[in-house]
């Protein structure tokens, strides 16, 4: 995409010139295909069509090639109105497609110099502020497109797609309502009434405007990949893909589609496919960020982590302030166990943007696993104050309370996680373990039995099931269901272990130090099973065992404290 237009003043475009008005009287789809299709249209004409055409189907790269084409052809000849006209279409297809933002800002003023009359002047203006992030600027530069001519649906349509951006949705349906009252079968207010519709959480009624959109032109690249998108963000990969592939069939040129067809590549597993996509827009957008950093994303995802971070520095180099990008390169930082710099990557994207609750509940993560319970605790309780409605943020608080043994504030955490994910099994279990953590056994009790039914085949729900058992002095019960995790886990240590402990607890001695001496085969430098083994010796007198015990274990861990302990608490009774 070469296209640099040298800007004009209307005094210096003199000479012959072209003497029409087609250029404003095509202000459709269906009025460019009927210039083409007229014999009598010129050459100039035809051209201008064929662009509109390519325009107004979302083709913007094809039609910028086609209006750079009418420049260098007719520069000369070209009317200073018409020139206007040319001027604002090529400001509108830059800020459509996200491209040098700033020329086409400068394009656009230049055409109002040029025709200040010119709403379609005025609407490219709007466009070009809206992408700059001036979104009151671009509204008043709508506004004026609509006091220069009411019945400019394109401006009321662009208009509506500002207001959602401040979100003020009510008002950006008004205003796309009074773009389809003016012209019912406009298929671009269809499509950004949808995406608002969307944003506010009327899915349904989104993909039936969409679809709508699709019937009115099936051509329009722009429909199928705004569908595209929110199928995406509704996690429905597959028709996603789907959707963006027939946008690129449209529209080759558009780089957004590959882009957006990498991403829900990326999203739907098939990463290595992404790539390609990436690198096909990049070969033609080597500084675009965004895509740089869906890159980075990708390679995430590959768990080829130094290659992600080398491409969200790229992206860091070219906009710093990119937040999506430190997001990543925190994400890839952290899977390379470099906690500190992670830390420092998140806290740069949470300057940036503050109120985005995932990259919060990441910092938390982070936080939890270097063992700051208490930051990570204030992280996640950001991150659920931003998205009250996210169940894993609200399950990884109430384990770090747990971890902090605040087990009454954990229970009503898990009360919230079972209420927004009611078959959630973790939750179910781990409220169980905060009510026996409580000494109400008997209430964990019903919960481990609702886990079970949801997974009947999880030892550790049959583990925590025996241990309350015990507590309540039903140790055949206890027994019963320990029986059941060694069945369904006979090499699990861990399993052994616990049930050792539950003959332990129901005095059957024997028993529990064959269950721990299964333990200790399955895994020799198993301390606690060597510790328990110990304890259970010395609960039978037999203390000179236990003291050989707990010395075999520290010629296997000869770093264990607690083995350490034990041997030397043995000693000093066994002395007195």
Known sequence: MGLMPVLVSAQDNQGSQIETSVISQVSNLEEARQVLRDTRATAFEKDWARAMVYRYSGNYGQALDRFEHLLKTYSSQIKSADLSYIYAEIAYSLSALDFDIQQALKLADNAITLNPQSDRAWVAKGMALNSLRLYKEAIEAYDKAIALNPNAVEAYVKKGATLANLDRYREAIESYDKALEIKPDYYQAVIEKGNTLFTMGELDEAMAHYDRAIRLNPDYAEAWSEKGIALRKMRKFPEAIAAFTKAIELDQENMAYWNHKGVALDRAGRSRESLSYFDKVLEKQPNNVEVLTNKGNALNSLKRFDDAIAAYNRALELRPDYMAAWHGKGTALFNLKKNDEALA??????????????IWYNQAIILTAMGRQEEALASYERSILLAPDNPDAWYNKCIVLGDLGRDSEALECYNTVIQLRPNNADALINKGVSLANLGKHEEALAYYDKALVLR????????????????????????????????????????????????????RYKDAIAAFDKAIELRPRFIDGWINKGITLETMGRNKQALENYQEGLRMNPRSAALRDREKALKEKMAK
């Open 345 to 358: 990557a998140y806290a740069k994207a949470i300057e940036l943007r503050p109120n985005n609750a995932d």
């Open 456 to 507: 009947p085949r999880d030892t550790d729900i049959w583990i925590n099931r025996g241990i309350s058992l015990n507590n309540l002095g039903r140790h055949a019960e206890a027994k019963a269901a320990y029986d059941k995790a060694v069945e369904l886990k006979p090499n699990d240590p861990d399993v052994w272990n616990s049930k050792g402990i539950s003959l332990l607890n129901a005095r």
